[in-house]
T-cell receptor
């Protein structure tokens, strides 16, 4: 597609439930990033994929969070046993290769609300 | 650790006023520096970037110069418009972006 697509755009879930957030990057972009943006804050890095492998998952807050990219394109961020503190906008970005010289394109995000 | 610090907002200006948003970074090495903008109801968009010391990034009347000696990348615009109302984020990049907290700018007609 022309841009980075994230689905759903909004997700409301009950505390304790499991959720999956999807990111469809720009075709041909090998690098994919997940960020979390809480209200009034800048985006915080969660995890970075180069191809199919997670090159850096140091930003994942705990083991309830997991992400996959099995075929090197679409990625899914999975959150188990959701907590109210997980409420935020989850952003995905992709890049032709590893960042900077090629720029990053961000999706519009998934707004997750845990009630 | 490495971080980006930017001027706290909110900032409210009148149309045609001069805008400056300060940004400083700490880093080992020489990261690329970016300004991203988030208009109301929209996603993050790259505004401008600079990849090495003394580079000047510019776009839509905005400018920022990569100052290694002061580890700064301040954003400036000489004459703002109502349409510039947005949240502005400074960011540094090694292989991933690290963002500042954002500065909300409101321009009044």
């Amino acid at each position: 597609g022309a841009g980075v697509s994230q689905t759903p755009s909004n997700k409301v879930t009950e505390k304790g439930k499991y959720v999956e957030l999807r990111c469809d990057p720009i075709s041909g972009h090998t690098a994919l990033y997940w960020y979390r943006q809480s209200l009034g804050q800048g985006p915080e890095f969660l995890i970075y994929f180069q191809g199919t492998g997670a090159a850096d998952d140091s930003g994942l807050p705990n083991d309830r969070f997991f992400a996959v990219r099995p075929e090197g394109s679409v990625s899914t961020l999975k959150i188990q046993r959701t907590e109210r503190g997980d409420s935020a906008v989850y952003l995905c970005a992709s890049s032709l290769s590893q960042g900077e010289a090629y720029g990053y394109t961000f999706g519009s995000g998934t707004r997750l609300t845990v009630v | 650790g490495d971080s980006v610090t930017q001027m706290e907002g909110p900032v409210t200006l009148s149309e045609e006023a001069f805008l400056t948003i300060n940004c400083t970074y700490t880093a080992t090495g020489y990261p690329s520096l970016f300004w991203y903008v988030q208009y109301p109801g929209e996603g993050l968009q790259l505004l401008l970037k600079a990849t090495k010391a003394d580079d000047k990034g510019s776009n839509k009347g905005f400018e920022a110069t990569y100052r290694k000696e002061t580890t700064s990348f301040h954003l400036e615009k000489g004459s703002v418009q109502v349409s510039d109302s947005a949240v502005y984020f400074c960011a540094r990049n090694d292989y991933k972006l690290s963002f500042g907290a954002g500065t909300t700018v409101t321009v009044r007609a």
